[in-house]
């Protein structure tokens, strides 16, 4: 079975630009989440979704961080603009169900703001 | 890879012995635990869970301990192998429904180092 892919695993930018990630879940996986995860920290839930449609954002900063699940399958994470205290590993993960046991996480994305 | 964990607690163990990893978790009531393993340039990978009904629980080589009236959950792992070296996280599920189902609220970490 496929895990969760992510693209791209790094990348790089100025402060006030835009970036933008993307996540494609494991086959069948309805629940689809994106976590912040700081250098030194644990991972911080940004959103959830349940198919196509968001069940909890209530730690996305919805300034400047946007996401979407169009077809209840692939999903992005937008920043726009984006500051330096932005810089983190992007995780992706998926479950079958909302079952905090069963979550798969993806390898990441590392953004770095310059 | 990504260095993850500059600033977080670290314990180091020689191949073969036993290590305790701890967590004090934050919310009481929370009443789902899991231990997930981050290695470097990876996402967490779930290794044990134990609900708040339960003072231990066993898996290959892991046991899990809870102690809700301190909040506290350690990580047992034996015969710890170089193959365990990475980060790890414990995970606090508050099982409030609605919105908070597969919610997890990580916390810290810590390194684990493994010498042959």
């Not at chain 1, 937008?78 to 932005?86: F, G």
């Not at chain 2, 340039?41 to 066993?58: A, H, T, V, Y």
Request: with cysteine.
């Amino acid at each position: 079975e496929a895990g969760v892919a992510q693209s791209p695993r790094y990348k790089i930018i100025e402060k006030r630009q835009s970036v933008a990630f993307w996540c494609n879940p494991i086959s069948g996986h309805a629940t689809l989440y994106w976590y912040q995860q700081i250098l030194g920290q644990g991972p911080k839930l940004l959103i959830q979704f349940q198919n196509n449609g968001v069940v909890d954002d209530s730690q996305l900063p919805k300034d400047r961080f946007s996401a979407e699940r169009l077809k209840g399958v692939d999903s992005t994470l937008k920043i726009q603009p984006a500051k330096l205290e932005d810089s983190a590993v992007y995780l992706c993960a998926s479950s079958l169900k909302r079952v905090a046991s069963e979550q798969y996480f993806g390898p990441g994305t590392r953004l770095t703001v310059t | 890879g990504e260095s993850v964990g500059l600033h977080l607690p670290t314990l180091s163990v020689q191949e073969g012995d036993n290590s305790i990893i701890n967590c004090a978790y934050s919310n009481s009531a929370s009443d789902y635990f899991i231990w997930y393993k981050q290695e470097s340039g990876k996402g967490p990978q779930f290794i044990i869970d134990i609900r708040s009904n339960m003072d231990k629980r066993q898996g290959q080589r892991v046991t899990v301990l809870l102690n809700k009236t301190v909040k506290h959950l350690s990580l047992q792992i034996a015969a710890t192998q170089p193959g365990d070296s990475a980060v790890y996280f414990c995970a606090e599920n508050l099982n409030a429904g609605g919105t908070s189902y597969g919610k997890l609220t990580f916390g810290q970490g810590t390194i684990l180092t493994v010498h042959p």
